[in-house]
């Protein structure tokens, strides 16, 4: 478990959070980008070169402290890596950069508009 992050946002993509080992040998695993599943889900693929793919399942929870405000934290789950997790995992990644094209579309759109008004 990771905790005390200030902020949600990017908080599966940060180093701390990325770095995972392999549960066999201690090797640091190659990490994929983690893409979100659903809610606070994310899934990541781990790859230690001789024992292969894991998959690496990311929850991000929130908790208040003391003083009121509100902090963030992850758990990371590692199992073994099913062709179903693969291609879930594939699936997702692909929605998840659709998703991204369309934003940036937006985003440069509106920016467009601004500079024309
Ligand atoms: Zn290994």
């Given at each position: 478990m990771y905790e005390n992050f200030p902020e949600k946002k990017r908080i599966v993509h940060d180093r701390r959070v990325?770095?995972?080992?392999?549960?066999?040998?201690?090797?640091?695993?190659?990490?994929?980008?983690?893409?979100?599943?659903?809610?606070?889900?994310?899934?990541?693929?781990?790859?230690?070169?001789?024992?292969?793919?894991?998959?690496?399942?990311?929850?991000?929870?929130?908790?208040?402290?003391?003083?009121g405000s509100t902090k963030f934290y992850v758990t990371k789950v590692l199992t073994h890596c099913t062709d179903e997790i693969r291609s879930l995992y594939t699936q997702k990644s692909e929605i998840n950069r659709e998703k991204e094209r369309k934003y940036l579309e937006f985003r440069r759109a509106e920016l467009e508009k601004d500079r024309q008004k």
């Open positions: 990325r770095l995972s080992f392999c549960p066999y040998c201690q090797t640091r695993l190659e990490m994929t980008r983690p893409e979100r599943l659903q809610g606070d889900k994310h899934l990541a693929i781990g790859v230690c070169p001789k024992h292969g793919d894991f998959a690496v399942q990311l929850k991000v929870g929130k908790y208040t402290i003391k003083s």
